[in-house]
């Protein structure tokens, strides 16, 4: 046997991913998973307000070739601790577990990938520390500010009178609540019936087929159950929000990648974008909110690029935010 290429195939191997928890300042606990190896960290935040690490973590994959990428379930989902109290859900008890994460994994600055919701909690955790974000990614990024959020949903109202029968509307509207989903018998069909008509209406063309690999509803049966109370307890922390003045303190590279057709408007990823100081905005035609699975052609070589210290071709900015990364750390 040849050892020398066994011992440079090890190294080529790609790394276990590695799972386990970590306590939160108030007790709960967080469930965090590791995939693969190298110099660079990333930190993955996933959507919701609801889901679970596994709802992006598979089509996310391509990011960890080459670098670490740290996934967590944020606390009342997946596999973290389950929630009773809503004051334990609210945006400041996220803030402090995203920086329990910065603690554990001995990051001095976390470079940070914000998936839909994730990404309004990345901003406001960047927001209370901005010395501890080197660059953040706000993929999708749910709305900075309340009347944006109000907009997005007359939009998917909107777009379910176009795309739903009348049947689907009132299935729609019947599952669309905490109440539905806590008295379920069977919460996680009742999702994957709800997620179903969600991806619906947030894809750029409804027949088109999505590989979408990613679990949304992910989680014991009773995570699962509360992920709309979750959703509805976690909004109410927000109350009537605008982020945009607190982001403008964050000096680390910011970059937004938003699909032309997002049920969130494009002029709320442009008011993330302006108000970052070094901040772009990347907009990606023939996509909606599932920019990552309806342009993956794009939407990779963009973040990667992005990591790698350039910005990628298209991402518009202030003027005076050229060439190489602005801040860049």
């Known amino acids: 046997m040849n050892w020398l290429l066994l011992f440079l195939a090890l190294l080529a191997a790609p790394a276990p991913p590695r799972e386990g928890t970590i306590a ?5 606990r967080l469930f965090y998973r590791v995939e ?5 960290t990333l930190v993955v935040v996933h959507g919701g307000p609801g889901n679970s690490l596994e709802s992006v973590r598979l089509d996310l ?3 960890a070739r080459g670098r670490r990428v740290i996934y967590y379930d944020q606390r009342g989902n997946g596999r973290s601790s389950l929630i009773d109290r809503s004051d334990r859900l609210a945006i400041s008890r996220h803030i402090a577990d995203l920086e329990a994460i910065r603690r554990h994994f001995r990051l001095d600055r976390m470079v940070l990938l914000g998936n839909s919701w994730g990404g309004l909690l990345v901003s406001a955790y960047a927001a209370a520390h901005p010395e501890r974000v080197g660059r953040m990614i ?3 990024p749910a709305p900075p500010t309340l009347a944006y959020l109000r907009e997005m949903g007359a939009r998917i ?3 379910a009178n176009e795309r739903l029968d009348q049947a689907g509307r009132r299935r729609l509207s019947e599952i669309d609540g905490p109440e539905y989903w806590l008295g379920s018998a069977d919460p996680v069909a009742t999702c994957r019936e709800f997620m179903a008509d969600i991806f619906l209406l947030y894809r750029f063309d409804p027949a088109a087929r999505i590989p979408f690999r990613g679990n949304v509803c992910a989680g014991s049966r009773e995570a699962v159950r509360r992920q709309q109370w979750v959703n509805a307890a976690i909004w109410r922390s927000l109350g009537d929000f605008d982020l945009r003045p607190a982001v403008e303190r964050v000096a680390a590279p910011v970059l937004v990648i938003h699909g032309a057709a997002d049920v969130i408007p494009l002029a709320a990823s442009r008011d993330w974008a302006a108000h970052y100081p070094a901040g772009r905005l990347l907009v990606l035609e023939r996509a909606g909110h599932l920019v990552h699975l309806e342009r ?7 973040v990667q690029a992005f990591l790698a ?16 990364l602005t801040g860049w750390r």
């Open 24 to 28: 939160a300042d108030d007790g709960a």
């Open 36 to 40: 693969g190896a190298g110099r660079e």
């Open 61 to 63: 994959a391509p990011l």
């Open 138 to 140: 706000l993929h999708a």
């Open 157 to 159: 109202d909107a777009r």
């Open 296 to 302: 993956p052609d794009a939407f990779f070589p963009a």
């Open 309 to 324: 210290g350039r910005w990628p071709p298209g991402a518009e900015g202030r003027p005076a935010v050229t060439g190489r």
